[in-house]
T-cell receptor
Framework: EPEVTQTPSHQVTQMGQEVILRCVPI?????FYWYRQILGQKVEFLVS????????KSEIFDDQFSVERPDGSNFTLKIRSTKLEDSAMYFC??????????????FGNGTRLTVT | TQLLEQSPQFLSIQEGENLTVYCNSS?????LQWYRQEPGEGPVLLVT?????EVKKLKRLTFQFGDARKDSSLHITAAQPGDTGLYLC??????????FGAGTRLFVKA
């Protein structure tokens, strides 16, 4: 069964450094997302991406964050200057259709980001 | 702001017991999803419920969507250690985002 793949599985970085988290969504999916889960807390929406542009973003997704689909397969999340509170599990997801009946999310296994 | 409240937060039971977990909201959702999450992995979709009053079965798991489409339940019959995990309900938050409940962490003892 096709799956969403994320790399790296674990990233440790120092505060103020830039990180890029990478994802390969399911190939025939059109909608791409980043979610994060701080340890012990809810899965939170960060951003959705469709037709090569951001379709929606949350208040968490401030100017430090950006997303890109540099080619036909990869989808990346960049954090420009990491803060301690950015430490979390970051999940990439994709769907065939907008979320809802036809568009359940398919998640990758996440990247655990630790900012020291 | 749409919120999904799940209860209980934690449940520890013996193998063979039945259990029900709940997902409640004051908002109406066009559909709700149930996901299961294992440690160190992403959530995996179990089911989507769409119609008020709908009941869906997945082997020993029974999912129900409330008549008013504001709540849902997950019932597990004869729980097994393999059912251990975090069960999340989720629904469309308007637009492109999905909002998640905090989850019910289930532990089934052999």
């Amino acid at each position: 069964e096709p799956e969403v793949t994320q790399t790296p599985s674990h990233q440790v970085t120092q505060m103020g450094q830039e990180v890029i988290l990478r994802c390969v969504p399911i190939s025939n999916h059109l909608y791409f997302y980043w979610y994060r889960q701080i340890l012990g807390q809810k899965v939170e929406f960060l951003v959705s991406f469709y037709n090569n542009e951001i379709s929606e973003k949350s208040e968490i997704f401030d100017d430090q964050f950006s997303v890109e689909r540099p080619d036909g397969s990869n989808f990346t999340l960049k954090i420009r200057s990491t803060k301690l509170e950015d430490s979390a599990m970051y999940f990439c997801a994709s769907s065939e259709a907008p979320v809802g009946v036809l568009g359940p999310l398919h998640f990758g296994n996440g990247t655990r980001l630790t900012v020291t | 702001t749409q919120l999904l409240e799940q209860s209980p937060q934690f449940l520890s039971i013996q193998e063979g017991e039945n259990l029900t977990v709940y997902c409640n909201s004051s908002s109406v959702f066009s559909s709700l999803q149930w996901y299961r999450q294992e440690p160190g992995e992403g959530p995996v979709l179990l089911v989507t419920v769409v119609t008020g009053g709908e009941v869906k079965k997945l082997k020993r798991l029974t999912f129900q969507f409330g008549d008013a489409r504001k709540d849902s339940s997950l019932h597990i019959t004869a729980a097994q250690p393999g059912d251990t995990g975090l069960y999340l309900c989720a629904g469309g938050g308007g637009g492109f985002k999905t909002i998640f409940g905090a989850g019910t962490r289930l532990f089934v003892k052999a």
